[in-house]
């Protein structure tokens, strides 16, 4: 990993999660234990509903952290109860924090390379519907990153274990001054909540 990466990672401070949010985390955590005890590949697939902030987010972090931690045997993905496109603030606050981001496509809905590693396959990021092709059909966990995806999906087909870890969509922020703010303040946040979980797993 760059320097800069290096450096956002290095500086996660998981004692700012509160003890609540811990016990929504654990249960996470205890299942992904259960599956490396078992030697079983993980597939996680971070569900929002239009696929375009949190859950791309929530599937960077946690396929950089994976390897951060060398946890090898996961694979995360994406996608939304519809397709929209990845927001252009996401992209931004990435590079901020280090990724090298290389655009494959233009469009309505871009297609993004994301590099967390000059030796580690991208994390290749377009808006999707979370049964989109080029995610998997089964035995894979969905972690539901917003309520309105949510309760609006109660039945994520073929998932094999189904998490709700809620955040607060940063795009209540776009166009207004504190928008750079709460952007990177949700990416630090996905970032520490999933560093704290796979700190904790013994592979």
């Not at 396959?121 to 949510?150: L, R």
């Not at 073929?158 to 928008?179: A, H, T, V, W």
């Amino acid at each position: 990993m760059n320097t800069q990466l290096t450096t956002t990672i290095l500086n996660i401070n998981t004692e700012q999660i509160s003890s609540e949010r811990k016990e929504v985390l654990n249960s996470f955590t205890d299942y992904l234990q259960r599956k490396l005890d078992k030697k079983e590949h993980i597939n996680i697939n971070f569900i929002c509903t239009h696929n375009s902030r949190r859950s791309h987010l929530g599937q960077i972090w946690m396929q950089t952290l994976a390897s951060y931690f060398n946890m090898n045997t996961i694979t995360c993905y994406s996608g939304g109860t519809e397709a929209t496109a990845m927001a252009k603030p996401i992209v931004k606050t990435l590079e901020k924090q280090g990724f090298e981001i290389n655009s494959i496509s233009e469009g309505n809905n871009p297609v993004y390379a994301i590099k967390f590693d000059d030796n580690s396959h991208p994390v290749i990021c377009f808006s999707k519907e979370f049964s989109h092709s080029f995610n998997p059909k089964s035995n894979f966990i969905a972690v539901m990153t917003c309520s309105q995806a949510d309760e609006g999906c109660p039945f994520v087909s073929g998932c094999e274990k189904r998490f709700s870890i809620m955040y607060e969509d940063p795009k209540l922020f776009d166009n207004s001054p504190l928008q750079e703010e709460k952007y990177l303040e949700r990416s630090n946040q996905i970032a520490t909540e999933i560093y704290y979980v796979l700190n904790q797993l013994k592979s």
